[in-house]
């Protein structure tokens, strides 16, 4: 799949939002907030791979030219970071 730069941001924002969180994360309280900044995620996004971020499993390179959601969809359930990215890019 692939995401146009300029959604780049808001697609990042939205599996933000819907991600796994850690619960290692939760318990020492480094867990981010449940809302993404634009400016935190225009900071990461073109960073290339993201594992976790801010304690949300993101597990994907963004700036690929073909974005594998397989395991941002391991930690939620098949097909789930299509949905989300279809939803913002349409």
Do not use: C, W
Not at 4 to 32: C, H, N, S
Not at 43 to 58: E, F, K, M, S, W
Not at 62 to 84: C, F, H, M, N
């Amino acid at each position: 799949m692939n995401i146009p730069e300029d959604k780049r941001v808001e697609v990042l924002q939205a599996l933000y939002r819907e991600a796994f969180v850690a619960p290692a994360a939760i318990m020492f309280g480094t867990a981010g907030p449940p809302e993404l900044s634009t400016e935190r995620a225009r900071a990461v996004v073109n960073r290339g791979y993201i594992d976790y971020l801010d304690g949300h499993a993101i597990k994907m390179d963004l700036t690929a030219d073909e974005v594998s959601t397989r395991l941002y969809d391991r930690d939620g359930y098949p097909g789930k970071a299509e949905k989300i990215i279809r939803r913002i890019i349409g």
